[in-house]
Nanobody
Framework: QVQLVESGGGLVQPGGSLRLSCAAS????????IAWYRQAPGKQRELVAV???????NYVDFVKGRFTISRDNVKNTVYLQMNSLKPEDTAVYYC???????????WGQGTQVTVSS
């Protein structure tokens, strides 16, 4: 069992930056692929970025060059550094942990990011 707690959201002006954190409790954190998703009002939840247990990184096109995902397996935390934020980045951002090849899949409660002047 893994529990995920996101933090770091807030209100930021266009062009600004935020760093989201996803803190995990539970064992074997390093075995999980960790992903950030987001969901804007009236839209479906969408993938933003993934960092695998082996450290491979994947980003969706609309955040490439602006967002950076990283993990600290000692602190059991994954980060999402978001730069050059745009109003269309406004959403609730969720952290997801998945152990590949198993049914172990967990979600955090989300953190609100609002980009507005």
């Amino acid at each position: 069992q893994v529990q995920l707690v996101e933090s770091g959201g807030g209100l930021v002006q266009p062009g600004g930056s935020l760093r989201l954190s996803c803190a995990a409790s539970g064992r074997m954190f390093s075995h999980y692929n960790i992903a950030w998703y987001r969901q804007a009002p009236g839209k479906q939840r969408e993938l933003v970025a993934v960092i695998t247990s082996g450290g491979s990184l994947n980003y969706v096109d609309f955040v490439k060059g602006r967002f950076t995902i990283s993990r600290d397996n000692v602190k059991n935390t994954v980060y999402l550094q978001m730069n050059s934020l745009k109003p269309e980045d406004t959403a609730v951002y969720y952290c997801n942990a998945e152990w590949p090849g198993t049914l172990m899949n967990y979600w955090g409660q989300g953190t609100q990011v609002t980009v507005s002047s």
